[in-house]
């Protein structure tokens, strides 16, 4: 199990949720405060600090600095603490909201009112799939032209130059990589790399986009993932 932050300005749902997150087996802490959750990861430049969290529960309205601006910060931090998973908390129905989230790169997100339970397992998932508390991946690297994934070291270089994915970019890229050629609807992409038979398939549409602008050479006329009508994505190859 890993270890999980959740920031919450509500006392009474940050109790709820570090009750059911220790109940799964997690080591929690939590603030309700945005740039008190940005401290505990460490000064930008400088080494996080002992203990900092595998995974952020955020909640998108917090006072003062929002769930947004915290998520964005922490995704422009310059080493691999931009890449720790964040499930963003967001009010029902805002689909906007859940859309913003994703594009300042938010992993996933649960939507309030929610059942601890489902929160709980969504923590758990995101954690599985960003490797933590897992036994290491058999070695193995993916490459397409210039792009070279590496599923050990869990990194992923174009030209040489690492890309900072999110969990969820990684497994996507991976999926397609190990797919090339096949066209895949963004149902068939929520449930092969999400896991979920059910879900607000715009998490695949925003993935996707963010995918793309760090992968393509020209993101709005992408020749690698590229857009098949009528059915959804598909890796194009690059040629041998």
């Known amino acids: 199990m890993g ?3 959740v920031v919450d300005d509500d006392v009474t749902v940050r109790e709820v949720v570090v ?17 008190d959750a940005l401290r505990r990861l460490g000064p930008p430049g400088q080494a996080p600090v002992t ?19 915290v998520c964005r910060r922490l995704r422009a931090l310059p080493d ?5 998973p964040v499930v963003m908390l967001t009010a029902l129905g805002e689909e906007g909201d859940r859309v913003a989230g994703l594009e300042v ?9 929610f059942s601890p339970r489902e929160l709980a397992l969504r923590v758990d998932s995101v954690l599985r799939r960003a490797g933590v508390g897992q036994e290491p991946e058999p070695a193995g690297v993916l490459t397409d032209g210039d792009l070279v994934l590496d599923t050990s070291r869990h990194e992923v270089t174009r030209a040489g130059e690492t890309l900072a994915l999110t969990a969820r970019e990684f497994d996507l890229l991976r999926f397609l990589l190990a797919h ?6 963004r149902e068939d992409l929520l449930e092969r790399v ?16 963010r ?4 992968v393509e050479a020209d993101p709005k006329q992408p020749t690698r993932l590229v857009t098949v009508w009528g059915v959804g994505y598909r890796w194009e190859p690059a040629p041998a």
């Open 105 to 113: 790169g938010a992993d996933d997100y649960v939507t309030k009112p």
């Open 51 to 69: 203990g900092a969290p595998d995974l952020v529960v955020l909640d998108l309205m917090l006072p003062g600095m929002g769930g947004l601006e």
């Open 180 to 185: 090339p050629g096949t066209a895949w609807s």
């Open 3 to 5: 270890r999980v932050l």
């Open 211 to 214: 995918l793309r602008e760090k």
């Open 19 to 35: 009750s059911y997150l220790r109940a799964h087996g997690h080591e929690v802490e939590e603030t309700g405060d945005g740039e």
């Open 80 to 84: 691999r603490r931009a890449e720790v």
């Open 194 to 209: 999400w896991g979920w038979s059910v879900g607000d398939l715009s998490t695949v549409t925003v993935h996707v986009r």
